[in-house]
């Protein structure tokens, strides 16, 4: 029973490692990213062409159900994904990692929400970990931003105070308050991503009274199948192979 997993997070690396080599799984990266963490098992790189370009490939490849384990924030591949199943029919899970608990952060629904926040709030020191794609709605802001992300943001997008900090998490607590306050951050810009691999800055954003302004989540397309560990998906995976 060929099965698709798109990937691209560490949930779904750790569901290939849980599910390959008994099922015939084969797991599905954007390649957005130079040299990425690759999961166990087939993979295959690169955007399927959209809705079409999607269900042709599921056709092509004979695939049974799939999987979505991308990121929460990945809306279009989410909302492809559940389109093209619905229409095929196919079995489809979604596994979405619990969000992190907002605390006392500032809630937005997009980055430019979050944008918005900064310039009427006023705040001059700005850690901005919405990663490559959320920098453009800061573009124009004279605040000062340290912008960490995995891959380099197009250099036209750049607010004109900045530093690129090129990283990949995990990060921990003393790493991230020593970088808070090294930058004389005010305020700390960052989706609600959740997931333990990154959410040190909060607690250390807490602790040294940094302001958090957190990005709300994208809904996910209505009447899907929802799980949010890696233990309930491959039950999931197990029990559809066994009917
Ligand atoms: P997106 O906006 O939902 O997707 C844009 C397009 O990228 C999709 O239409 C699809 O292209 C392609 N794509 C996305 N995920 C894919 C996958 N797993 N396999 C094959 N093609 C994929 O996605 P995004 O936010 O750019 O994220 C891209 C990848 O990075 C995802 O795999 C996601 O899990 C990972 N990621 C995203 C974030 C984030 O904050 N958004 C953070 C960490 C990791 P076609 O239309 O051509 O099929």
Known sequence: MPILLLGGTGEARA????????????????????DPALPVGPVR??????????????????IDAVVDATHPFASTMTAHAAQVCAELNLPH???????????????VASDVEAAQVVADEGFSRVFLTTGRSGVAPFTSSHAWFLIRVVT??????????HEVLLSRGPYGYDDECALLRDNT??????????GALTEAKLEAAENLGVTVVMIDRPALPAGVAVVSTVDEAAEWVTDLEHH
């Open 45 to 62: 790189i690169g955007g399927f062409g959209g809705v079409q370009g999607l269900r042709q490939w599921l056709r092509d490849n004979q």
């Open 185 to 194: 951050i005010d305020v700390l810009v960052t989706k609600n991503s959740g």
């Open 152 to 161: 380099p943001p197009d250099t036209d997008l750049l607010p004109c105070n």
């Open 93 to 107: 899970l979604v596994l979405s990692r619990p969000p992190w608990d907002p605390g006392g952060a500032i809630r």
């Open 15 to 34: 569901l290939a490692a849980r599910l390959h080599p008994e099922h015939d799984i084969v797991s599905s990266l954007a390649g957005r990213v130079p």
